[in-house]
Nanobody, 117 residues
Framework: VQLQASGGGLVQAGGSLRLSCAAS????????MAWYRQAPGKQREVVAI???????GYIDSVKGRFTISRDNAKNTMYLQMNNLKLEDTAVYFC????????????WGQGTEVTVSS
């Protein structure tokens, strides 16, 4: 399974971007899909998760601004990012976890988001 992230770019503070993560396999087979980000000089952090069953979760700093969604018919996950802030600047990675006792973990390549003032 391969994950292909896209949609990053340069945007002014207050603007919006929508990231996409297209999977070569069926997203319905993933137990959890998530978006992570890594800012320069910082560790990678989870931003939002989308379980196959249950409600999405977000880190506090993006609550109310970011929305994670998954379209299993298109095998694609999205991250709608609104009211972007300078501190959202990072490389964003999509992640997927398979099912089972020892699930496989998949990572997409990063897509860079730069928020300017």
């Amino acid at each position: 399974v391969q994950l292909q992230a896209s949609g990053g770019g340069l945007v002014q503070a207050g603007g919006s971007l929508r990231l996409s993560c297209a999977a070569s396999g069926r997203t319905i087979d993933f137990n959890i899909m998530a978006w992570y980000r890594q800012a320069p000089g910082k560790q990678r952090e989870v931003v939002a998760i989308h379980p196959n069953a249950g409600s999405p979760g977000y880190i506090d700093s993006v609550k109310g601004r970011f929305t994670i969604s998954r379209d299993n018919a298109k095998n694609t996950m999205y991250l709608q990012m609104n009211n972007l802030k300078l501190e959202d600047t990072a490389v964003y990675f999509c992640n997927a976890e398979g099912r089972g006792r020892n699930p496989d973990i998949y990572w997409g390549q990063g897509t860079e988001v730069t928020v300017s003032s």
